[in-house]
């Protein structure tokens, strides 16, 4: 799962965000450093909340898992707003951390780079989102329709969109960045379907006792 979704992603980086420039491309790589910042902790937060589910579906507790998946998420939400507002209020000093040995750091890097966090402060909640579903569906044994997802939407949608309007149509710093608002979104929106249809509900992990 993990492989192949960030494969596309890495595709993503090298041939439609290095067709910006060697200056877009050096601001997209620090803005994923500072986003792993959320991601991280963020993503321990999920990897908990998945054990309680696995509890209380080992249990036997189906009813407990909405409300544990909900506090997981306003967790993992609030952390990642959080950084997010931080993007939106302090992007040259945060962008600054990672000037050259020289202590030069160029307009057109800051420029571009604040572009970047903006958008990047702006899918915060969705891949809260994406997270706490992901990880918790996978906790109730949903994996293979969580998996197949990912992929169908990093590949079929996200990199050939991508690739087409900024490689061949010309799309600038906006368009890119744009893309990856909306996979994270869909993909949230996508995770979010698969666990109000309630098919781990019918998953049984764990067998009956044998009197």
Known sequence: ??????????????TVVGHLGTTALAAFNVVMQLSSVAFMPAFGASSAGAILVGEALGAGHKDHVTKLVKLTGCVTASWM??????????PEALLRLFQSEQ??????F??????????????Q??????????ESLRAAGDT????WARIALAWGFFFPGAWYTVV?????VTMTMSWVLVYVALLAGLLVYRFLMGRWREIQLVEEAVV
């Open 1 to 14: 799962n993990w492989f192949l979704e960030f494969g596309a992603f890495m595709l993503f980086i090298n």
């Open 81 to 90: 707003l959080t950084v997010g507002m931080s993007y939106l209020l302090f």
């Open 103 to 108: 202590g030069v750091t160029t307009s057109e």
């Open 110 to 123: 800051v420029t571009i780079g604040t572009q970047m966090l903006f958008f990047g402060s702006l899918w």
């Open 125 to 134: 909640c969705f891949d809260a989102t994406s997270m706490t579903l992901g």
């Open 144 to 147: 293979a329709w969580p998996m």
């Open 168 to 172: 061949y149509l010309g799309g600038g």
